[in-house]
């Protein structure tokens, strides 16, 4: 058998990945697959989506279990974080990937619309990140990758809060990478472009060749493109990078 760094004999790294049931997280969960880690599927509504990718994924000779959790709710992450330990084991690669949209102009923006997203996008980083890091300095080994997005970089628009929660996702992870290099943890950032994914799919056909026109590469990016580098994060390969941002967008920001 070999591991998730190629030692034959080695045992299997488990990865849990935030909401992975769709999308972005999906791609994730499958590439660590792919890459030799057993993988926690974290999934909030779409119970049936995320049993399927772990049938996927055990396709690969690993072990994937799918575990309902809303992350966005304080008393959940500890429940669910348990309830990996004791079916999976210690986590020792956490993807904060979860994330919604509640697109509004400021003047418009309803205070529900800002606490959903900060606490989707945001506070569910902090929780998660908590709840693994202990395992992860008595292992003196970790992998901590966040899911951010080139408007925590450049703003954007009608999302203040949601290019607040993910500029916030990007300096706690500096801070946290910080705090526990000393321990063999390794804390990165991903911030994605436009992705072809359920999120994006309400763009219209003006908004897309819009954006189009500022993706250098010129074309959207697909979920595999934003997973490829998450796994790259995931390994030992990346051992001597910590507290980066990793702009996945066609060239579109280049800051
Ligand atoms: P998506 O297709 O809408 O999928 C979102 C995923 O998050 C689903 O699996 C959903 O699970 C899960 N989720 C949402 N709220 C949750 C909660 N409270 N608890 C647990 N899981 C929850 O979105 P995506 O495009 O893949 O986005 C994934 C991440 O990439 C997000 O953080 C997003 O902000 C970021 N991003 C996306 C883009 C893009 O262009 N698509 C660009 C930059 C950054 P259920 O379906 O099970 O509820």
Avoid: H
């Amino acid at each position: 058998m070999s591991s998730a760094n190629g030692e034959k004999g080695a045992a299997r790294r488990l990865a849990l990945v935030t909401g992975a049931s769709r999308g972005i997280g999906r791609a994730v969960a499958l590439e660590l697959g792919q890459k030799g880690f057993d993988v926690a599927v974290n999934y909030n509504n779409s119970a049936e989506a995320a049993e399927t990718l772990c049938e996927e994924i055990a396709a690969c000779g690993v072990t994937a279990r799918a575990f309902r959790g809303d992350v966005s709710d304080v008393a959940s992450v500890p429940s669910l974080l348990k309830a990996i330990e004791e079916s999976m084991g210690v986590v020792q690669v956490l993807v904060n990937n979860a994330g919604i949209t509640r697109d509004n102009l400021l003047m418009r923006m309803k205070e529900d619309e800002w606490t959903r997203v900060i606490e989707t996008n945001l506070a569910s980083v902090f929780r998660c990140t908590k709840e693994v890091i202990r395992g992860m300095v008595k292992a003196r080994w970790g992998r901590i990758i966040c899911v951010s997005s080139v408007v925590g970089l450049v703003g954007n628009a009608g999302q203040a809060n949601y290019s607040a929660a993910k500029a916030g996702i990007i300096g706690f992870a500096k801070s946290v990478a910080r705090e526990y290099a000393a321990r063999g943890i390794t804390v990165n950032v991903v911030a994605p472009g436009f992705i072809e994914t359920d999120m994006t799919k309400s763009l219209n056909d003006a908004n897309k060749t819009a954006a189009l026109a500022q993706i250098p590469l010129n074309r959207m990016g697909r979920p595999l493109d934003v997973a490829r580098a998450v796994a790259f994060f995931a390994s030992d390969e990346s051992e001597y990078i910590t507290g980066q941002v990793l702009a996945i967008d066609g060239g579109m920001t280049m800051c």
